[in-house]
């Protein structure tokens, strides 16, 4: 044979040979492979020939193949089985020629079953045992080997598997395990086990495992073969996190953020599972320790007992701890990063960017070996930073990071490198002083883990200046990225950098190991090579040929030399990063660079089809606004000034203000039709395109309307941010020029204005709902709308914030709120409870921060735009933490922030306040206080607010919890240093209570926790700051985390115990309702000042008073002691020396300018004093400090000119009764005279002479005498003339007119009639009568009502005046023309003329002058000398008698002088003294205690009276009504005997003592006679009691009584007088006194009551403003509008 013939036939032999050998081990081969859809195989092996491959038989079964499963393992592979010993035979071989080494017969079996995950536990496969078993033609003898029965995989992981078996019965010595893959054996381990563990397999690939038996004969058995597959790194990992179910259906938010146990358990990490969920609690709450996680096992220190301590084993300290329980942070949140949807990414790269960690920029996946950009994750993380350009002007920029131009500076790694670039990263972007770990590095805690799938993670964070040169690093800001692993294994992160970055810092050792990466990289960035002198692999002639390849400077190499520190190689570094951001022009937004990243393959996150259609959609939107404010006009019209005045009129439908005189229902009706024209006028706007894109948008698939309404959040605060910022800029411009009032007016309404949010289109969506149902049930456009509310409510339910008050209009649109929460109800019932937390607090004072930092949530917090009105947030509660809570769901309620800036200038903004913080507080459950340490009391101002509204709302019918959070108190002793200042808050809380209880008259109300629930010692919270250092760099403070979380902690119980009290969402719904109409018909009172002011305002209105009282009585004292002394100036009682009347009076008035002064000073000492005490809020009154002043000044010129008056008409009544008493002692000396000669006549004729002569004789001597005496006839005054000339004084400078119009009618034919004023033209009388017609107040109604007061009070002064029966004096037509001028100046709004001010004033002054004739004339009447003498004949005639029978007049003189001088004396003087005592007792009573509490108690009288007619009286004429009701006050507190016999009794009982003293201070003095007596013992009684001097006259004519006698008599006289006066007192009428008492007790309670008189021209309500000087008149509470003269 030829060469080619043999060798051909040597091919055809080796064919044969290799398809024999192949159809033989086919069925092992196939076996081996392990198929990628049957990973978890078992098997007996049998003749390969005989077993066809398509399938399996058991016993003549079919069994079909297992589907593929994942199993569970440790991160690291277990050495051994498991501590057996496993000896290794082979790992060389080919795996077939081993398993044809094998005995192999019987079946090839498999079992159907198979456990998840291939746990321990699972149900075992059938083998070849069984088979034997349940076969009767099976084999018996002992020394055949059966195979291994029930195998199963007990643990899989990422590079091991491990197996277990029964054992088989019979002798067995060891079992052998194979594991081969693809065909390969890959190794062999042999047991005496029955279990193995093979380590060091790859990861993902799939293994076939035989198991054979070996007894001790050497007999092998036949194998049994399970199939398995290693778990990649990601798997591997994800299962060993308890991640492996959120692969495939990703995290979301809401799992995230519910309420669950461990929300408030402090509990370690016990498991490896829980991982990354303790790492999503404290992120979710910002903590910066968040990185810090690590299971119990390893984290917890070991304790010794005390015999352990004394041994020694130095192998325990250096034994390491079990990597497989501990995780690198990185792979921790890269695991997180790629089990979550891209909303889960955004909150956890926004909380990291706070936390200052960085944040993935690339995110690996290592099984794909893709990495993905994570633009969407950033969109979210918005930055403020202030560069050197506006370093001297204070701005700031504040914009989306991922839109910001910034050079990026990026770190890698070439090979292994002995500098940890991450620690030196740190130490770059820290200050000395300030250290932060933003990126993890070997020496964190867990951070020495060898990472497992974050290789290739590509980091980014992002160094912010403050603009403070001296503690900024870098002048201007810059990204800084880090890549994570070698660059060698990962060029497409590399490349990207190289593209994208400023500069590319390449950290090495070896640089020759992959430089040529450098050289291949198409880079846009500076290479800098960053390496370590002193590492053992550095080459510094390898590094000079690197750096001239890459064409490389001395300034692109940094080397950390022997002789350098960190300090100084961080610093060498930074100086270049300096030099390389000024001077690079390559900036890049991140937007920018996904372009680069398509470029490249890699994956941009927010490329995905729904993220892409949610954009598309918000783009539509956001492309249409140019102008902010012409955009909510155009396209939102339904929430502008229509909206605004819907507000205005429903409010006004609960409180009828401006009802006026109208019928009340009838004014209804007409609100109810401005509301359906409102509305219908709503109805007529199209819907716009802007609101159609939006309802369309939000109506699409869950995930593309998500993304949508994120991506327009973002877009509207872009706009809202660009615009403010611009507007910032102009305000700033014009406020340097003063003069730009206005424009910087315009501006600043712009900033209020052009806020635009996602709020904006659901308040616009809201209204178009409720408009809606105005519309026809039938009408296409209604019924096309009632899907709104659910779709509304099914955002509710996914974490949307809805809007509950609309911030703008001060309203809740009831309806669309109800149906919203009606449709989530339906949604979730019968799952339906809630339990409400609210915060509360002034603006700026960090309470959404709060909220967001303990729920995890996401209320804006940007200074662009803050919180307007409410916002409500649904949390859901963890099924096992319900029956805790006894809820489904958390309600979080969001407010702005209360006394606001850009409101406080609008007249309403009080109302606003006080209406959001009592509907929130009395939504929630408990309400969290958020008091920032320079606000505490702006917050107190609306805590006392919320008391006072909850006290007037009887729908309020459940007590509230409370809790006080104080915002930046950083001091670890501040919960027990503020002790004290929590009990000072619990009284200033108390004292809130009962101060809005005083007002309210519900005074049971002692304490706050009547009101609310609040414990001081747990109700209070003591939160530091949020930074931890300068932002913008500084990241949160871990101090603020841990306390938020501890007050969260505290809630949640708090609530857990109310929880029995949680409603269902439907009674929410209804409690929204009953409480905001409760608001509505809330008046709000308090427009100036809180309860507390007004509650220290009426404190020192009540001080006041008083003051004023005790001046005024202290002066009318002074003043009745004068006239007392001008009455008996120039008698025997006068105690002065002056013989003028003149002289005396300018002492009088000296003295009394001596008295006023001193009251003066002291009521302004007082009012001083009073404002340096601490106790009663002086402080918040001291703006009312200089009116009071004022008023004190006031009040003393008004008491100055009164006293003047009154001394001055006493003392010319005095001097015009001079001649008059003159005459009369001259006729009385005259008869004295006569009747002397008369007895001595007829005691020298000795006769003795009866009664009777004596009678006759007297009679003779008396008509003898009276016609010797001249008597002549009075002059009489002419009142009227008087009173004229008086009249033309005062009008004398209004002008001729005025004196033309006074002649024109005599004052006698004047107030004849009653006064009736006019209209002066037709028209005006046209009107009038139209105005009567329909019962409307017109001008000519208000004059006739002012003039009928004023005649009324005028006709009250001519009265007292003619009561007192005295001598006219023009003072008194003086002080009524005063009156009038005074009630005109003060009525100055009604419109008067020339004409009516003299017809008045001659009205008045006619009638007064005709009653002060009568007066005058009867005064002249009672004092004409001849009738006065014909009074004192028959005490003439008794006292000629008993001398003549020289009887003793002791007695009966004494009883004459009581009875005719003391006794009047002393009843004037009691009458003097009674008026201010009454009216001290009158002021004991509260409703005298201040004007509004006046007010308060006849509006109370006027309900509980229910009089008709007494209700007219007092609308139609307050002050007519006033008077007539302090009268019956005062009638029916003294009309008892009792009442005002202690009174009586006191002032008798005064002068009783009085009177005696002075009896004995005369019998002292040992006077010669008894005229000197008397004349002693009225002088002592001359500044106390007016003697009359005819009385006492009379008395001393003819006394011839014995001194010491009467003394005597006279002091039992003076006593038994006071018993008798007392008993006449008891039978006099209160009414009769009342007539007698100098001081109307009524006219000084009508003056303290009445104020200024003033009165609301719209209501007619009068001013409550203390004193008299005020220069602002207020009301606390205003009647319906119309009861004044205006609407």
Known sequence: MDDLTLISICMVCIALLLIGLFKFCKPLHRTCQNPEESPTEIAVISDPLLNPPESETLNGETREKPSSTSAESDDKPKDGTDGEETSCINTQHNCDDKVSALPMEGPSTEDKSEAPNGER????????????????????DDKEAVPPMTIQVSEVSNESLSLQWEKPSGEVESFIVTCCSDGELVQELKTETNSVTFNSLRPGVSYSLHVSTQLRNGTISKSAIISAKTKTKLESLLVDLGLENYMGKKLSLSKILQIEGKTITDHLVECKSELPWYFLKKLMMVNVTSRNVKCTSESKSVCHDASDTLRLDLSDLVSTTNASEIFNPLDIITALFLCSDGFVHQELALKMSMCQFSVPLLLPNCDTQQCTLMLWAMRDIVKKYRPPALAESKGFIEERIVLSELPMISFVRLGECSLSKSEILNKLLSNSEQYHDTFVHHDMECGDIQRRISNGLTEMTWYLPCGNKNMDIFSEPVAIANLRGDIASFETQFSFLCQTSAAVFVFFDDPTLGFRLLTQQNCKAQIFLVGNH??????????????????????????????????????SLRKTIRCVVESSNKKNTLEQMADVAHELGIMVDEYSSECQAGKQNADAIIAEIQDTLQYKEDQLPLQGQIWKELTSVEKEEFR??????????????????????????????????????????????????????????????????????DLRDL??????????????????????????????????????????????????????????????????????????????ASNIPLRWVSDVLS????????????????????????????????????????????????????????????????????????????KSPEL?????????????????????????????????????????????????????????????????VSDVSAHEKNLRDRKLLLEQLNEMTQAAARMEKREENKNFTDVMEYNPDTGNCYIPGLWNGNPPMAPVNAGYSETVYELKKNLIQQLGKCGSTSNNILEFREWITSLWNAVKHENFIFSFRNSLVADAYMRLCTEYNQWEWEFKKEMYTWVIKAETRISNFGTVAATSELSDVGEFIVQLKSEAIMELSKWEAALLVNLSQYFKKTEGHVYLVEGYREEFSNSVKCLRREIENSVFNQLTAAADIKQGMKELIKIKENHTKEIEKAVCLLIDKCQNSKLHMADKELDIEFDKMWTKTLQKLSFSEQKNTDVFTSVSLCLRVNMSQRGSHASQLLNQKNLKKCGLEPFKYTADRSWGKIKHAFSKFFNIEDHVMAVQKMSDNIIETCSQFVTEKTERNNKYHDTYIQEILHIIDKSLQSNKEIQTTIEFEVSLKQHICGFAATEFQVMHENFIQENDPYICLKKTKEKFRADFKDIFHERDQCQKKAEEFTNQCLKPAVEDFVYRKMGPDIVDEMLTREEFSTRMSFQYSTLQDLLLNKNIADFLSYNRSYEMYVKKRILQQITTQFSSCSATQKIEERHLKSSVTSILDAINTAKSKNSRDLKTFVEDLCKELGDKLVISQDALGAFMVLNNADQEQFAHWLSLSVMGMGECLQEELKEIPFDQKLKKLNLKPQNELFARVIGCGQQCPFCAVPCEAGGKAHTEHFASLHRPQGFGQWR
């Not at 536990?121 to 018996?140: C, L, R």
């Not at 510094?540 to 950390?560: D, G």
Request: aromatic residues 6%; charged residues 25%.
């Open 823 to 898: 449709q989530l109800n339906d949604l979730v019932s019968p799952k339906n409870k809630i339990l409400v937390v609210t915060v509360l607090g002034v603006q700026s004072t960090g309470k959404s921060t709060l909220l967001n930092t303990m729920f995890g949530v996401q209320f804006a917090v940007s200074s662009g735009r803050c919180t307007r009105g409410a916002f409500m947030l649904l949390i859901k509660v963890n099924e096992d933490f319900k029956k805790v809570l006894n809820c489904d769901f958390m309600m979080i309620i969001d407010t702005e922030g209360l």
């Open 731 to 808: 305000y700033k411009e014009k406020c340097k020029d003063s003069e730009n009032k206005q424009e910087i007016k315009e501006i600043d309404e712009q900033l209020s204005s052009s806020s635009l949010g996602v709020e904006h289109f659901f308040r616009e969506m809201g209204q178009i709902y409720e408009a809606s149902l105005y519309l026809p049930e039938t009408d296409p456009s209604r019924q096309q709308l009632q899907h709104l509310p659910k779709l509304c409510a099914q955002l509710l339910l996914d974490g949307f914030p809805l809007e509950l008050v609309d911030g703008d």
């Open 534 to 571: 002193q590492s053992k692999t550095f080459s510094l002639n390898a590094l000079e040929k690197v750096a001239t390849e890459l064409c490389l400077t001395n300034s692109n190499i940094i080397l950390k030399t022997r002789s350098m520190n960190d300090a100084d190689f961080v610093k």
């Open 121 to 140: 536990g699972e149900k075992p496969a059938s083998t070849s045992a069984e088979s034997d078993v349940n076969n009767p033609n099976a084999a018996t």
């Open 656 to 725: 009828l203000q401006k009802v006026g005189s109208q019928n009340i229902e009838n004014y209804k009706s007409d609100l109810q039709v401005q509301i359906k024209e409102l509305r219908k006028k709503q109805n007529s706007y199209d819907m716009s395109k802007a609101m159609t894109c939006f309802i369309n948008a939000i109506s699409s698939q869950e995930t593309e309307r998500r993304y949508f309404l994120k991506w327009l959040r973002m877009n509207l605060d872009n706009l809202s941010r660009i615009k403010l910022s």
């Open 904 to 968: 406080a200038q609008l007249d309403n903004s009080y109302e606003h306040d006080n209406e959001l913080a009592t509907l929130v507080v009395g939504l929630s459950d408990i309400t969290i206080i958020n008091i920032a340490m320079e606000n505490s009391t702006e917050m107190k101002d609306i805590l006392q607010i919320v008391v006072h509204a909850f006290l007037r709302m009887k729908e309020v019918g459940k007590k509230h919890q409370c809790q006080f959070v104080h915002q930046n």
